[in-house]
Nanobody
Framework: QVQLVESGGGLAQAGGSLTLSCAAS??????MGWFRHAAGKEREFVAA????????YYADSVKGRFTISRDNARNTMYLQMNSLKPEDTAVYYC???????????????????WGQGTQVTVSS
């Protein structure tokens, strides 16, 4: 089972940008995703990507602002976040799905490995 380490979180102003990285300890041929957990809310789906990057999926709240990508040669997944809003403030987690096929990619129980999370704070 691979291990995941997120990085790239921090403080940004509204309208600014941040790029998160998720480094895996080994190759994975599964769907990978980003989730976030804001204070006082349940953890929610942000974005997902198929193993070869040919399909991506986004929550409505981030569509058009965030871009998910992966570099399998580097065993790394990314989340480019633009036009940040205060409501994007959360701990962001990357995860690896149990499955190769992109079915129910928004469902957390389909993911078997999680990183430790990285804090993103957006000030108004």
């Amino acid at each position: 089972q691979v291990q995941l380490v997120e990085s790239g979180g921090g403080l940004a102003q509204a309208g600014g940008s941040l790029t998160l990285s998720c480094a895996a300890s080994g190759r994975t041929f599964s769907v990978m995703g980003w989730f976030r957990h804001a204070a006082g809310k349940e953890r929610e789906f942000v974005a997902a990507i198929t193993w070869n990057g040919d399909h991506t999926y986004y929550a409505d709240s981030v569509k058009g602002r965030f871009t998910i990508s992966r570099d399998n040669a580097r065993n790394t997944m990314y989340l480019q976040m633009n036009s940040l809003k205060p409501e994007d403030t959360a701990v962001y987690y990357c995860a690896v799905s149990k499955f190769h096929n992109p079915v129910f990619v928004t469902t957390q129980s389909r993911y078997e490995t999680w990183g430790q999370g990285t804090q993103v704070t957006v000030s108004s």
